[in-house]
């Protein structure tokens, strides 16, 4: 039996790398991760510019008192004449600074009268001016390989004038979920039966992460159906997440099913609660993770032990997103042997500052608290959590992105 963290290390040091990419537009970019490089082809500002509204004048012709005749107005978009000894160019935010000049003056510290400018006072010379290649230079690195592009990184690359960018082709996903009681939502239920939330659940994972869920199957709890269902799943796909069947009962035929496919196992069982029956293996390449069946345990090992498998798969360069330290409400006690995640929401206290207060109900089954909680906090095996002990916490914002 694993570790989690020596699990959570594993998974993402044996997967494999993604190949495939494509080019694509801009506009299609935020959630994609770059396959190469992005170096800058301009300076940025691409010219001297101003940062106010006012009037370009040579400093030194700055006198108390005396107004400097106008010689034009220039927008920005537009090409400014050079600026003559003595005189002043009425300019806009952004628009290019006339060759000559070197200071600008905000319009609220001049006055137009009769054609000329009077100013009041200029601070410094060279105010007010962005200059050439201040912000980027041409040539630098602007997103190493491994970018997830998101809103801010797309108006980087645009600012560049770059329209297409090469990214790695989106991860393919198959999710199986298995079980003779299943029903999907929409159908009539019987009364033994459960309707299948964990398909639609680890569906929305999914494509929350940016990857693509090529199919869903459900499977009866048979051996040649799920065999079936796997092999239909790995000719599709590039990853197989299966749910159910992962623990020691009459039917968990999960185990068996991939041994006969060829299946070699990476690891099965993890110290971790909830999640102690998750296995991995892999078929032909292909990883297979298989969560348990309880809801509450899939989710979180989703969001601890997938997530960061399908970031390395999409190429991500940050495969595992930060975890915290926030002072936990309440006395907990780590006990047995495994390490446990317990769904918290992370609130201000009385005092501001964030702290974690972890939900009543924590069975694996439940998903009532999984719907409220804004992460997990980790409470280690065998230790003692007072009132205000900091946990390491697992934001759901960044684990699940
Ligand atoms: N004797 C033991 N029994 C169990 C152990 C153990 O170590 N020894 N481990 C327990 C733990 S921990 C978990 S977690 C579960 C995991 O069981 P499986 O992965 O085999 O999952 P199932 O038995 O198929 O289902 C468990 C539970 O979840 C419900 N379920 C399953 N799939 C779905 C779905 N798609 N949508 C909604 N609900 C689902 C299922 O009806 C069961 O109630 O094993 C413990 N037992
Ligand atoms: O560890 Mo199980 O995964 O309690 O739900």
Redesign the pocket.
């Known amino acids: 039996m694993l570790t989690f963290d020596d699990a959570q290390q594993r998974l993402v040091h044996d997967a494999p790398s993604p190949t495939r990419t494509e080019l694509i537009s801009i506009y299609g970019a935020a959630g994609r991760v770059l396959a190469e490089p992005i170096h800058a082809v301009l300076d940025l500002p691409a010219a001297d510019n101003s940062a106010m509204d006012g009037y370009a004048i040579r400093h030194a012709d700055f006198q108390a008192g005396q107004a400097l005749p106008v010689q034009e107005h220039c927008f920005a978009g537009e090409t400014p004449a050079p600026l003559a000894q003595g005189r002043a160019t009425r300019l806009f935010t952004g628009s290019m600074i006339p060759e000559g000049a070197d200071t600008v003056v905000m319009q609220e510290h001049a006055r137009e009268i009769d054609g000329g400018v009077e100013i009041d006072a200029v601070h410094c010379a060279g105010q007010h001016i962005r200059r050439r290649g201040e912000d980027i230079r041409e040539g630098q690195l602007l997103l190493p390989a491994g970018t997830f592009v998101q809103p801010a990184q797309i108006g980087l690359i645009a600012a560049q004038g770059i329209e297409q960018v090469r990214v790695f082709a989106k991860l393919e996903v198959g999710i199986l979920?298995?079980?003779d009681?299943?029903v999907e939502a929409g159908n009539v239920r019987a009364p033994q039966q459960?309707?299948?939330?964990?398909?639609p659940?680890l569906s929305a994972l999914v494509e929350g992460m940016n990857a693509r869920v090529s199919r869903v199957l459900?499977s009866r709890?048979n051996e040649f159906e799920l065999r079936c269902a796997f092999s239909q799943l790995l000719t599709q796909c590039d990853l197989v997440i299966s749910?159910?069947?992962?623990?020691?009962?009459e039917?968990?035929f999960?185990k068996p099913v991939l041994e006969s496919i060829g299946g070699s196992l990476a690891f099965c069982r993890v110290l971790m609660?909830?999640?102690?029956?998750v296995f991995a293996s892999y078929v032909a390449g292909k990883p297979v993770i298989?969560?348990?069946?309880?809801?509450g345990?899939?989710f979180s090992v989703f969001a601890l032990l997938v997530s960061p498998l399908i970031r390395h798969m999409q190429g991500r360069a940050n495969v595992f997103p930060p975890v915290s330290r926030i002072p936990l409400r309440g006395v907990t006690r780590g006990g047995g042997d495994r390490d446990e995640f317990l769904r918290v929401q992370c609130r201000p206290a009385d005092d501001g500052q964030a702290e974690l207060v972890p939900f009543a109900e924590q069975g694996?089954?439940s998903v009532s608290s999984m719907a409220c909680a804004s992460g997990l906090a980790r409470i280690p095996t065998g230790s003692q959590f007072c009132a205000g002990t900091s946990a390491a916490y697992y934001d759901f914002r960044h684990w699940l992105e």
């Open positions: 979920t298995s079980g009681e299943l459960v309707f299948n939330s964990n398909a659940m459900l709890d749910v159910g069947g992962a623990s020691v009962g039917k968990d999960i609660k909830p999640g102690k029956p298989c969560l348990p069946g309880n809801p345990a899939a694996a089954g």
